[in-house]
């Protein structure tokens, strides 16, 4: 009795997506996003267009910066070299270095995402929108969501955050020269604080807290001794090790 080929042929199992397509879930997560997210990230880098109208640039750099780049610090950085003639490698230099802090970022979140098709490519896509805010929500979120829809959700969370951030830097290209220094830095503080808190919310045990406390104590030291814009790197590693050490001790159960 023969077998055909076909039905030898292993069948893959269908795709784990929750009842709904990749569209849905993309939706979904663009919903999220402008529940909250998307809004506390793009008001924080309003302050960016202002940077990037003083330093002489048109509007439509400003709003590229954010899709280009989109790291707040980096932007900052970016705009404040250019104003001040720092050559182009050295401007190449540091904005590369001052976005090493988002490979840890990248390194923990891109396997969740992952699916049984996802393609490298896509990965590499995707490297590109991890932010802080996209990062912290995402990790916290992503959980909930069937393997397989993880990569739609993700790329509509961070299209809603980075498309809302490109209109408020647009914005802020033409209101920042007409709100006092004090709020316009304001601003940029709240991202950071929006992080901290998204941390502290999300913080479940002994070691979370650990990392945390860590972090706030240790980050004055790393900026002081740590090369310049590796210091969140260092301290993330030198942080986050002595973290898990002593929660890993501190453990219940754990050996004496």
Known sequence: MTVSAESSQAVE??????GLTRFEWFVEGVRQAVTGPAWIVAVALTGVGGLAR???????????????????????LFFGA????VAPAAIAFSLSSSSIRLLPMCLS??????GRRTRLTTLVAASHFVAVTVWTENMRRIHDVPRDARMAFFFGFAHACI??????TGLGY???GDLPTPLGAGLLFLSPIYFITALARNARETMDWLAIGL????????????????DLLFLGLVGGTLAWLVGRRLRPGAAA
């Open 174 to 176: 033409w209101l920042m």
């Open 109 to 114: 979140l891109l396997p969740l995402l992952r």
């Open 54 to 76: 003083e330093a002489g640039f048109p509007f439509g750099a400003a709003v590229a910066s954010t899709l280009l780049i989109w790291a707040g610090p980096a932007q900052v």
């Open 13 to 18: 199992p269908p795709l784990q997506m929750g």
């Open 215 to 230: 972090g706030l104590a240790l980050a004055p030291l790393m900026q002081a001794l740590a090369p310049r814009g590796f």
């Open 163 to 168: 498309l809302a951030t490109a209109g408020f």
């Open 82 to 85: 250019v104003a001040a003639k």
